[in-house]
Nanobody
């Protein structure tokens, strides 16, 4: 299994970024996928999750209305569109593969594999 994130960077408050996670080594459309983030000194937290088909999603309250998770099963890629970014969104963003048969995993323990992450920094 390989998960490779890209698209991070440094932006100003109010700007947007689109993260991508290219997946390989497993049946992509069968797995729920999640985006997590971890800021220095803080716990890793779930940002967004999408089911295998892409038909259902869920978000952390802190990003609802600003972030959108989506997936392209033909390209084995999951995305995170981040709009209206705030300084508190600064973190390492990681994508993860949900454990087999879990519809919409929300806990870290419910994820089997992780990428290395891509850094997002929001600062004026």
């Amino acid at each position: 299994v390989q998960l490779v994130e890209s698209g991070g960077g440094s932006v100003q408050p109010g700007e947007s970024l689109r993260l991508s996670c290219a997946a390989s080594g497993f049946a992509f459309s069968s797995a729920a996928m999640g985006w997590f983030r971890q800021a220095p000194g803080k716990e890793r937290e779930l940002v967004a999750v999408v089911t295998g088909s892409g038909g259902a999603t869920d978000y952390a309250d802190s990003v609802k209305g600003r972030f959108t998770i989506s997936r392209d099963n033909a390209k084995n890629t999951v995305y995170l569109q981040m709009n209206s970014l705030k300084p508190e969104d600064t973190a390492l963003y990681l994508c993860a593969r949900g454990r087999r048969l879990l519809y919409m995993p929300r806990r870290k323990s419910e994820y089997a594999d992780w990428g290395q992450g891509t850094q997002v920094t929001v600062s004026s």
